[in-house]
């Protein structure tokens, strides 16, 4: 039972620290407050109004019976209460109003219902407090005769009221607005160093991030600035690595090409030569691969002209394109992303014969799906094709001559953009790629 409790109120509190703080800060004030009003509305008001509805009501009830025993001096009677008690007395003989003009869900309509009701009985009063705004208007029925009386508002209601409603709610207004802007300026701290995590988690380096709010928060803001620097030293190191392995292997592999072109056994030549390509192959892939986080500063992308782009770069008919032709940009890196939407496209022309694209916008994410009509890779390998170094020797060899980088690297940059890939059967019973970004 309690778990249940617990979980409901977690569902329905709200999810940011911003709106938590200010249920902390703002609960308690309301419910002082609504205990306040509630205490001063039913002790003190309510009570109030009650003593001086039924004050009110034993004037109505001496002046209906003054006038009863003595009718020769209602003049004087009825001027002695206007200069006094500001009364409108009137008497007719006009027929007494069925309908009650009293409102349902007034209190000072209950209260006032409530006296004339034991003292004159049911059917022999009316009365309304709407019609005028500073005046009650109230009808007694003597015998043939209707008394009509105007009273003023304040002989039925206590006028207090309203100014105790505002100094209760006013006060706690003021408060309310000033622990929402400390709390902004506590909480935009937070923000600042999810975003920036963010972005770093992308791959974008944070360069421009200032630690800001209470020191707690800049404590986690300066390690966080210190490991972000960490990192990129340590990327920087390794491509600075690479590059000069790079440099120097390269140098006697051109070398070995050039003895090998003035061999004259051109069977040997031609077999050694084939070797030195797929080292030079695989050399690239290791430096492709450790640059997949290279330093490259996102932008807005889009990614129709984006695809346009590879497909025009490929120059082959084998690819299709398709899209609905919406407007979707999303913030990345370029190289980057084409550099994996590249690998997908190439391995699927390299082991089929035709590679369709399709985009489709969803709800804040795009979903690229690339489908070939090749051997494809069998379900029980779907995971392991994205492990570094990992080679399908079987019905389809991602890379033949590499060293099975090419999924890995497409998988680092997808995920470092906040996206994941799934491998599935495509409709031509090939292999299906299925991107999916946040825009």
Do not use: C
């Not at 002790?43 to 003595?70: C, G, H, P």
């Not at 300066?222 to 690479?242: S, V």
């Not at 031609?270 to 192959?281: L, R, W």
Request: aromatic share 10%; glycine share 6%; charged share 25%.
């Amino acid at each position: 039972m309690f778990s249940g409790l617990n979980k409901f109120i977690k569902y329905i509190l709200p999810k940011r620290l911003f709106y938590r703080a200010l249920i902390i800060v703002a609960a308690p004030t309301i419910i002082l407050q609504i205990i306040i009003t509630v205490v001063f509305y039913d002790s003190i008001w309510i009570k109030a109004n009650k003593n001086i509805t039924r004050s009110l009501v034993s004037q109505l009830k001496a002046i209906e019976e003054v006038y009863q025993n003595d009718k020769k001096n209602l003049d004087f009677f009825t001027d002695s209460y206007k200069n006094n008690f500001n009364f409108e007395i009137g008497i007719n003989q006009e027929a007494f109003p069925n309908n009650s003009g009293e409102r349902k869900f007034s209190p000072m309509d209950r209260s006032l219902r409530r006296e004339l009701k034991s003292v004159f009985g049911n059917n022999n009063y009316w009365f309304d407090t709407s019609k005028f705004k500073n005046a009650v208007e109230i009808k007694i029925k003597s015998g043939t005769d209707v008394i009509e009386f105007l009273v003023p508002k304040e002989m039925v209601s206590a006028s207090s009221v309203r100014l105790f409603l505002l100094w209760t709610t006013l006060p706690s207004l003021v408060l309310i607005i000033i622990a929402l802007i400390f709390l902004k300026n506590q909480t935009k701290p937070l923000v600042k160093l999810a975003k920036a995590a963010e972005r770093f988690g992308k791959g974008d380096y944070v360069n421009d991030f200032r630690a800001s709010g209470s020191q707690e928060i800049r404590k986690a803001a300066f390690e966080f600035d210190r490991m972000a620097k960490r990192i990129n030293r340590h990327l920087n190191q390794r491509a600075e690595m690479l590059s000069g392995i790079s440099h120097d292997l390269r140098t006697p592999l051109t070398r070995l090409k050039l003895q090998l072109a003035m061999l004259k056994q051109k069977d040997v030549s031609d077999k050694m030569s084939e070797d030195i390509k797929e080292m030079e192959k695989m050399l690239n892939d290791y430096l492709q691969f450790a640059k997949t986080q290279s330093q490259e500063n996102t932008s807005k992308i889009n990614l129709n002209n984006l695809i346009n782009s590879i497909k025009s770069s490929f120059n082959n008919n084998k690819i299709t394109f398709n899209n609905n032709n919406d407007l979707i940009e999303m913030t990345g890196r370029p190289v980057a992303l084409k550099r994996s939407f590249e690998n997908i496209i190439q391995n699927g022309l390299t082991y089929g014969d035709k590679v369709d694209i399709d985009v489709q916008k969803g709800n804040k994410r795009v979903f690229i799906t690339i489908e070939d009509d090749g051997p494809g890779i069998p379900e029980d390998q779907h995971k392991n094709v994205f492990k570094p170094f990992f080679r399908l020797d079987k019905s389809r060899s991602l890379n033949q001559s590499g060293v099975g980088l090419g999924l890995a690297i497409v998988e680092d940059i997808i995920n470092s953009h906040g996206g994941n890939i799934q491998l599935g059967k495509s409709k031509y019973n090939g292999l299906q790629v299925k991107v999916s970004l946040p825009f």
